[in-house]
């Protein structure tokens, strides 16, 4: 945790507290910590490295809360698909090829990229194999991340090497959340992830609910993104896809279902009453063809929601500040212009986000006692962000990840004037060009006949 001292003057401060204070003053850094708000003292601020913000915004870090940074080679090589035909054709082989040296060069990419766009705090998907390399790379980050190693144990389609035993899957993440929950400081924790219900057994879904309820840590899954999820399930088990996971057992105030575009007004009942948080992740439901969530029947229902970018095959992105003008503007021409103005989907991204990890008492908000995990923004001097206006519109509707200053997270810099400070972006690029033409002359034995 960093001992150095900060102190980030003369800026607005969005706190997105309960009482969502915006704040014209001084933020203090102190131990990793959020130490003043406001007026700081300048006794308590003896030796801090000073830093004048005049004009500038500070919000929370951004929470994204689904991610792959495990196919971030694929960017640009899994276009123009549906959800169905982009795993077979793509995806899944992409992932049987992966070594643990290029997986952990796929996590840097995202992980710089997440970085430097004001990212400090996100859940990921890792693939079947391998996840000790991600959790290597997200501790030397310095971000939080909910890591977990990908469930597959169903499926024809499903290449060999992705295709697990129950019994070994199973075995495999305990080992996973021994090692890692817990890890750096508490910065990472594990999460169960079973992929979806199409590619995972009855029988291992049950063991996962019993699992993470046992170790109280979270589940992380895709459910209802397309259609066929629920023709699936309802075929097999009777059931929708979302009332099936609660069968056996995997909803609850720690599960995190991605997507949950096709859903009824019972299955909002379903994750409502048992507190599951569902992940929008509109750039993705757009790309791949998969529909538009109703954010505003969550609402209505009571259903906690987050938002992420996913993947950067099935997305291009992982740029919070895109999925949340998309989230506010999608929804404008089916339920009105007011049915999610831009303080909710600022939410969104930060407290919401927060809640939906259990992270709500760490990070989210700005206030004295949290950790200090916060994104500074320079709109003022952008010609197409200014001047003035109602601040959350400002950063929803009209800022972008080059607005991006500085990004802390606990207390550690990690984007300073726009660059990233511990990440040589063109040495792993390289490094990245070579991985991605490995990877991708590997995967050509995988792909489908």
């Known amino acids: 945790m960093s001992q150095e001292i900060t102190w980030l003057q003369n800026a607005t401060i969005v706190t997105m507290n309960d009482d969502r204070d915006i704040i014209e003053g001084d933020l203090l850094l102190k131990g990793g ?3 003043a708000i406001g007026d700081v003292d300048p006794v308590a601020a003896e030796g801090a490295h000073t830093r004048d913000l005049t004009g500038h915004i500070i919000t929370p870090g951004f929470v994204q809360c689904h991610i792959h940074l495990c196919q971030t080679l694929m960017r640009n090589h899994a276009d123009d698909m ?23 060069i796929s996590a840097r990419v995202g992980l710089a990229e997440l970085i430097r766009g004001g990212t400090t705090a996100i859940l990921d998907m890792g693939t079947v194999h391998h996840t000790d390399a991600i959790g290597e790379v997200v501790k030397e980050s310095g971000i939080r991340a909910h890591i977990g190693k990908c469930m597959m144990d169903y499926g024809d389609q499903v290449p060999v090497p992705m295709r697990e035993d129950t019994d070994e899957s199973i075995r495999e993440s305990l080992r996973l959340h021994q090692s890692w929950h817990g890890a750096a400081d508490g910065r990472i924790k594990y999460a169960f992830a079973p992929r979806f219900a199409v590619s ?43 009332e099936f996971l609660q069968q056996v057992g995997m909803t609850g ?12 007004d019972e299955d909002c009942r379903i994750l409502a009453s048992s507190h599951t948080a569902i992940c929008h992740c509109p ?43 998309l989230a506010a503007l999608l929804q404008k021409p089916f339920h009105g212009p007011q049915s999610m103005p831009a303080e909710r989907v600022l939410a969104l991204a930060t407290i919401d986000g927060a ?5 709500q008492d760490e990070v989210g908000s700005l206030e004295v006692g949290k950790s200090a995990d916060l994104v500074v923004l320079n709109l003022d001097d952008d010609p197409g962000c200014g001047p003035g206006g109602d601040v959350a519109a400002r950063i929803v509707y009209t800022a972008q990840k080059h607005n991006v200053r500085h990004v802390f997270a606990s207390g550690r ?16 690029m390289a490094r990245a060009r070579t991985a991605q033409q490995d990877v991708v002359k590997r995967m050509q034995k995988y792909l489908p006949q």
Request: with cysteine.
């Open 33 to 35: 910590r959020i130490a």
């Open 200 to 242: 995972c057994t009855e029988r291992l879904l049950r063991e996962v609910g019993e699992a993470a309820a046992d170790l109280k840590c979270h589940i992380h899954t895709h459910s209802s993104e397309t259609e066929f999820e629920n023709e699936f399930t309802r075929e097999r088990y009777g059931v929708s896809n979302i």
């Open 413 to 428: 810099q990690l984007v300073d004037n726009g660059e990233l400070v511990h990440i040589d972006a063109p040495s792993l």
């Open 355 to 359: 809640r939906a990890l259990g992270l």
């Open 283 to 325: 750039s993705s439901n757009l790309k791949l063809a998969s529909g538009i969530a109703n954010m505003p029947r969550y609402d209505k229902f009571g259903v906690p929601v987050a938002l992420g970018a996913d993947g950067a095959p099935c997305n291009n992105n992982l740029d919070a500040f895109i999925e949340m003008r």
């Open 253 to 264: 105030d720690r599960s995190v279902f991605a997507h949950g575009v096709h859903v009824d």
């Open 82 to 104: 549906v959800l169905l035909d982009w795993l077979e054709r793509r995806i899944w082989p992409y992932e049987a090829a992966l070594t643990p040296e290029t997986l952990a």
